[in-house]
């Protein structure tokens, strides 16, 4: 089965802590875009993105997820620009 965009980007760009860490919604839409981005990928509207997350069980509130890999990098450096 081929693997879908949802899942590459849960696999390349979070990690499971498994503690209680949590990526908040608008962190892990953005990490999303990000990622996104960097694939050359155009991102998919809001609702769908959390409606794919809902049936992986990913809860913007308590997901045990940090970010990882270039999509944070670039999240980070566009969320914060006077970092640069």
Known sequence: MATSQYDQ???????????????GRDCLYGLYTSWCFLQQRAPRPEGAFWAAMR??????????LRMKGPAAADYILASYPGLV
């Open 9 to 23: 980007f849960l696999n390349e760009a979070t990690a499971d802590d498994g503690n209680d860490s949590t990526l």
């Open 55 to 64: 049936k992986k069980h990913v809860d913007p509130g308590h997901n045990g």
